[in-house]
C-alpha cells in the first residue's frame, strides 16, 4: 500500500509601504515504507523552501534593477564625461577611444536588457562509504618495476628520483 505524504511551505513577508505578500508552494509524493517519512519529509522541505527563497530572491533582484535604472542615465552621463575628459590628455586623437567607450555604456533604455536572474538547481548523491579498491592497472606495474636511469644533474632529477649517494646516477620509478 503507498502512502502518500503531502508538504506544503508557506511564506509571507511584510514590505514597508506595501501589503504583506505571501507564497506557498505544495507537492505531493507517494512513498512505500513509513520509514521513508522522515528523510522525503526533509527532503521535500528543502526543496519547497528553496523555490520560495528563489521567487523572494528573484523579486528582489528585479526590484534592484528597476532602482538602478531609474538612476542610470546620470551615472551613464557622469562616467562619459569623466572619460573624455582624461581623453584629453591623450597624445593624438582620442575619438576612437571614446566610441569605442560610450558603445561599452549601453543606453538608459537598454540597461534593463543586460541583466538576468537565474537559478540552476541539481542535486547530486553520494554512497554513504566508498570501498578501497585496487588501480585498474596491472600489479606488476603497481611495484616499482619500470625503472629509468636519470643524471642527478638533469633537468628531470628530483630529490625522490636522484636518491644515490654518488650523485650522478640513481633508479627512478615512473608511474603507469
Not at 522525503?40 to 538602478?68: I, P
Not at 578501497?132 to 628520483?161: D, F, G, H, Q, Y
Amino acid at each position: 500500500m503507498a502512502i502518500k505524504l503531502i508538504a506544503n511551505y508557506s511564506k509571507r513577508l511584510g514590505l514597508p509601504g506595501y501589503s504583506s505578500h505571501q507564497y506557498s508552494v505544495s507537492v505531493e509524493t507517494e512513498l512505500v515504507a513509513t520509514a521513508d517519512i522522515p528523510a522525503e519529509s526533509a527532503r521535500l522541505y528543502r526543496l519547497l523552501q528553496s523555490n520560495v527563497d528563489e521567487h523572494q530572491l528573484e523579486k528582489e533582484f528585479r526590484d534592484a534593477t528597476l532602482d538602478f535604472a531609474v538612476g542610470y542615465a546620470p551615472l551613464r552621463d557622469s562616467a562619459l564625461a569623466e572619460w573624455r575628459e582624461a581623453a584629453r590628455h591623450l597624445n593624438g586623437n582620442a575619438e576612437h577611444l571614446i566610441a569605442t567607450i560610450e558603445q561599452s555604456f549601453p543606453p538608459s533604455g537598454e540597461i534593463v536588457k543586460r541583466f538576468a536572474f537565474d537559478v540552476r538547481m541539481f542535486q547530486i548523491a553520494a554512497p554513504g562509504t566508498i570501498e578501497r579498491t585496487e588501480p585498474p592497472w596491472p600489479a606488476s606495474r603497481r611495484a616499482s618495476t619500470a625503472s629509468v636511469k636519470t643524471p642527478c644533474n638533469s633537468p628531470a632529477a628530483t630529490p625522490a628520483r636522484c636518491s644515490h649517494a654518488s650523485g650522478r646516477w640513481a633508479l627512478a620509478s615512473s608511474p603507469p
